[in-house]
Antibody, heavy 123, light 107 residues
Framework: EAQLLESGGGLVQPGGSLRLSCVDS????????MSWVRQAPGKGLEWVST????????YYADSVRGRFTISRDNSKNTMYLQMNSLRGEDTAIYYC????????????????WGKGTTVTVSS | DIQMTQSPSSVSASVGDRVTISCRAT??????LAWYQQKPGKAPKLLIY???TLQSGVPSRFSGSGSGTDFTLTISNLQPEDFATYYC?????????FGGGTKVEIK
């Protein structure tokens, strides 16, 4: 059974940086696109970024473009989210999630989720 | 960007009831829609994708319908474990977007 585990969250001051990691176990990591989705306290879900299996295609939400960088190291079964110039509105639980693959095509729905890591941006 | 609007934002229901949640897109998304369930303190769980395909392991009391701009999630015979918040998500184009959520509460 596929499992994802996020790490790297914590308390950071506005303007600071943080790098999140997401490690997979249980599936062929390089075959799947992966996403980051966040949830601010008491709020709904917000998609942040998606990266294809070999990293050739990358997408960002406007709210993080230019500040966040998604990447992956398939040799380590790990995806990353480098977050720079952090703001208060980036405070959230960050989930990593696996994208569905069907008949060789990505269906950009998320079928496996990690438990999340909490990022708090505050002075 | 495609905006997703869910209604109602909350619904009170009893065990055994039938609950219907709507999701509307600001432009046509064919059948590129998913539904997720989220319980407090937990990660979301995929229930339905491509508007009506039940994810493996999800009980058959959950069903989805619709295409274009209007979609529906139906929970038949509501069970105690179904009290949660439900989100729709469009996968037609980036940026991926979620609806605001519908909280199903116990009456």
């Amino acid at each position: 059974e596929a499992q994802l585990l996020e790490s790297g969250g914590g308390l950071v001051q506005p303007g600071g940086s943080l790098r999140l990691s997401c490690v997979d176990s249980g599936f062929t990591f390089s075959s799947y696109a992966m996403s980051w989705v966040r949830q601010a306290p008491g709020k709904g879900l917000e998609w942040v970024s998606t990266i294809s299996g070999y990293g050739s295609s990358i997408y960002y939400a406007d709210s993080v473009r230019g500040r966040f960088t998604i990447s992956r190291d398939n040799s380590k079964n790990t995806m990353y989210l480098q977050m720079n110039s952090l703001r208060g509105e980036d405070t959230a639980i960050y989930y990593c999630a696996k994208v569905i693959l069907r008949q060789g095509s990505y269906y950009y729905y998320m079928d496996v989720w990690g438990k999340g890591t909490t990022v708090t941006v505050s002075s | 960007d495609i905006q997703m609007t869910q209604s109602p934002s909350s619904v009170s229901a009893s065990v055994g009831d039938r609950v219907t949640i709507s999701c509307r897109a600001t432009q046509g998304i064919s059948s590129w829609l998913a539904w997720y369930q989220q319980k407090p303190g937990k990660a979301p769980k995929l229930l339905i994708y491509t508007a009506s395909t039940l994810q493996s392991g999800v009980p058959s009391r959950f069903s989805g319908s619709g295409s274009g701009t209007d979609f529906t999630l139906t929970i038949s015979n509501l069970q105690p474990e179904d009290f949660a918040t439900y989100y729709c998500q469009q996968a037609n184009s980036f940026p991926l977007t979620f609806g605001g959520g519908t909280k199903v509460e116990i009456k």
